[in-house]
């Protein structure tokens, strides 16, 4: 299975010629976002499902997916595992965005017989969500703060839910996103011990 990432909290998976991509983002959604889909075409091309963790305009762009099949986190939670493209399931679990923030969901994909953990904009996680989480081979979490958990809250809960891997995202980025206060080298630096699976914007890594 393959891993691109676009950026932000975006990422495409591959499996058998198959592609889905999970919280596409808007480009220019707000002042000081300046990610855009358009920059990735190859990742893009062929794209069959669309999965969102939650409603906010760098997450949910579902605009450029024209008959792709697409999963709404929220509306999916507790729902249980289901069918989605060909060799992809996905289940949806709550989680908390924080504050006046409306309803957000942790995804949890499989494929190949791996798990894949995304965490959405978690800014903290219910404890049936984390019980369903943990041992995953690969976790997808927000480090930035401000609307999520921030370097030292995305270290402690990443080693409390005991993935594999830990992929951070969702991160100021100088020049494309200044939305959150955290970069990825904060994270880095309190993260001893995990297996940090750093990935650049546009690369793809074999899993």
Do not use: W
């Amino acid at each position: 299975m393959k891993i691109t990432y676009l950026g932000h909290s975006c990422f495409v998976l591959e499996s058998n010629n198959h592609k889905m991509i999970i919280d596409p983002y808007q480009g220019g959604a707000f002042e000081g976002f300046g990610f855009n889909l358009n920059d990735f075409p190859d990742a893009l091309k062929g794209i069959e499902g669309v999965a969102i963790t939650h409603h906010h305009a760098d997450h949910d762009y579902v605009e450029p997916f024209k008959g792709a099949k697409v999963f709404d986190g929220v509306k999916n939670i507790g729902k249980g595992k289901q069918e989605f493209i060909p060799g992809f399931t996905i289940s949806s679990y709550r989680t908390d965005h924080g504050p006046g923030r409306g309803d957000c969901s942790a995804l949890l994909i499989e494929a190949e017989g791996k798990k894949i953990a995304h965490l959405g904009d978690t800014y903290s996680l219910p404890a049936d969500t984390s019980l369903a989480l943990t041992g995953v081979d690969f976790l997808m979490i927000p480090v930035g703060g401000r609307f999520t958990v921030g370097p030292e809250e995305a270290s402690q809960l990443s080693r409390s839910l005991s993935p594999a891997h830990v992929i951070p995202m969702h991160y100021a980025v100088k020049g494309k996103s200044s939305l959150v206060p955290y970069s990825l080298d904060d994270f880095l630096k309190v993260s001893s011990g995990l297996s940090v699976l750093v990935m650049k914007v546009g690369s793809t890594r074999e899993i």
